[in-house]
């Protein structure tokens, strides 16, 4: 059993990695896993990864002995919207319908998810183009959609991008670090 304390979220203040490494050294005993998210684009992604997660690793593990794999990157590309593009039909699930219609395109096209510019905007524009917003009527973001995507959306389409499958390979080595994976 897993339990998320409420709120889940301790955030790790600061824009040095020794403000956060007080917070995370501070919290140790009451936080299992300290998921540290950060958006990046795809080319930016190791640099943030290094500057951030990396560096504060190996700063808790210096200035308390936190396990490096107690932290854990959450580095989609772009945005967290990048993820929630992955699977078209959770959008459309979310917007009241039971897939995303064949007769559309996607707002994105062709374009590979984490190469997105504005994953957001994405969103925004494949909402209302299900929901059909007449023009003149303000139109609800799509950031009030994300937590029923959050709960549909399929992990083998979420596994195909590079950004998820890294975050799930950190959060299985926590957890394995934790004890908390049966042995298969």
Known sequence: AVVLSEPPVLPLDGRTTEQRTKVACDNRTNVD??????DASRTGRDT???LVVFDLRESTAENCGLAAERIV????AREMEAWALCDADAIAQACGLEAWPSS???P?????IERIEDPKRAL???VAALTKRRRGRR???????LDRIGETARLERLRRLDSYRAFASDLRDAFDS??????E
Not at 33 to 38: E, G, L, M, P, Y
Not at 178 to 183: F, M, P
Request: no cysteine.
């Open 124 to 126: 925004d524009d494949a």
């Open 73 to 76: 990157g959450l580095l989609p």
């Open 104 to 106: 559309r395109g996607f």
């Open 33 to 38: 896993i300290f998921a540290v998210h950060a």
């Open 108 to 112: 994105w096209g062709d374009t590979p």
């Open 139 to 145: 139109s609800i973001a799509a950031a009030a959609y």
């Open 178 to 183: 934790l004890g908390l994976l049966r042995a």
């Open 48 to 50: 943030v990864e290094r």
